[in-house]
């Protein structure tokens, strides 16, 4: 694999320091883009390796009647590669749909105004969902061949095709987050600004050395992104202080995500905060995850310009992929 692909693990064995938030909103701030604050639109593939589905849920999927997921790509044991994006992934369009029909009845039926419509729709992210059915996947993982190494296989051929594929992990330092790790090269660690946040973080540490010694020699730490946090608290302005004067500080990034209603909330209305909340300029909840986004694609701007890569943004080659197709086509009707 490539070192300089970007495939980001979003991983903390902590529950709910905002894995699956920060999954979904870097994910769709990425993808959506915004020239404003210099965040070319990119071609995304978020993964939902979470038995709660809660990834998939956030567009207000309904995972209970999803035909292929996660689960059916990490158990195929064909071994051959896999046709993953016709195959298991949802496409943007079907995402749009289902976050405006569930904005409608999170809004008892109320109509979508042209405003709503347009910041409710995303062009360049796709989705590989879960559901509960994943739930039995570490048990049934255990005795399989390959077991560690499930889903890079399942990923590889949609490797070349994005430009992030951003991974939101379970709670826990099971087959599935190891099977995370495995297929990416960086780690992202959300840490919740609250007393026990640290607590977990060398074992966290521990788990991605031994993945890296034993599995994935390109893994790599991202970033630590500081969640929920408060700023009239004292405990919250600790512990931050703290995350920042640790052996990480240099991946600490200078955004802290604030506790914040919208984001909180955002989940029922089935779209991510920042998709909900994109025009509302001071909305803080929304403004952090573009500032994310933003520092983000600097950084990864910046590694590349580092290494000399310069390789071509694949929503590019898409589209330029797409025009001439037209162009083809247009040849035949003349
Ligand atoms: N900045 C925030 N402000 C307020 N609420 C938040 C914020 N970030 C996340 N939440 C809420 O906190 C809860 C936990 O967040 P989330 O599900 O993203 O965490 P998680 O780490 O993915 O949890 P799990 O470990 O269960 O997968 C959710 O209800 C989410 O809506
Ligand atoms: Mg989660």
């Given at each position: 694999m490539d070192p300089y692909k970007m495939v980001i693990s979003c991983t903390?064995?902590?529950?709910?320091?905002?894995k699956t938030t920060t999954a979904v909103n870097l994910a769709t701030a990425l993808a959506e883009g915004d020239p404003s604050r210099g965040i070319e639109p990119s071609k995304v593939l978020l993964v939902d390796?979470?038995?709660?589905?809660s990834a998939s849920t956030s567009f207000?999927?309904?995972?209970?009647?999803?035909?292929?997921?996660v689960y059916d790509l990490l158990m195929n044991d064909l071994g051959e590669e896999l046709p993953?994006?016709?195959?298991y992934l949802i496409a943007p369009e079907i995402i749009t749909d289902s976050m405006r029909e569930t904005w409608k009845q999170a809004n008892d039926g109320k109509k979508l105004t042209k405003a709503r419509k347009k910041s409710l729709k995303v062009e360049n992210l796709w989705l590989l969902p879960s559901n509960?059915?994943?739930?039995g996947a570490e048990i049934e993982l255990a005795?399989?061949?390959g077991r560690e190494t499930r889903l890079k296989e399942g990923l590889a051929s949609a490797i070349n095709e994005f430009d992030y594929i951003i991974i939101d992990t379970p709670p826990s330092l099971g087959l599935l987050t190891i099977n995370a790790l495995a297929a990416s090269n960086w780690v992202m660690i959300p840490v919740q600004?609250?007393?026990?946040?640290?607590?977990g973080m060398s074992q966290l540490i521990n788990s991605i050395k031994l993945v890296q010694m034993?599995?994935?020699?390109?893994?790599k730490l991202f970033g630590i992104a500081l969640t929920?946090?408060?700023?009239?608290?004292k405990l919250s302005k600790i512990v931050s202080e703290e995350v920042r004067g640790s052996a990480f500080h240099k991946q600490v990034f200078s955004t802290m995500i604030p506790r914040n209603t919208n984001i909180a909330e955002a989940p029922m209305e089935g779209a991510p905060v920042v998709l909900l909340?994109?025009?509302?300029?001071?909305n803080k909840g929304s403004q952090a995850y573009w500032s994310l986004a933003k520092e983000v694609s600097d950084r990864v701007k910046k590694m590349r310009h580092k290494y000399g890569i310069y390789e071509k943004n694949h929503l590019k080659m898409h589209k330029l992929n797409q025009s001439n197709e037209d162009d083809d086509f247009s040849e035949q009707l003349e």
């Open positions: 903390n064995q902590k529950g709910g320091c905002a390796l979470d038995p709660q589905g207000g999927i309904n995972k209970s009647k999803l035909n292929r997921t993953i994006i016709k195959d509960i059915q994943l739930s005795t399989r061949i600004t609250e007393w026990y946040a640290l607590e034993r599995i994935n020699p390109n893994l929920m946090f408060q700023k009239n608290n909340k994109k025009g509302t300029r001071h």
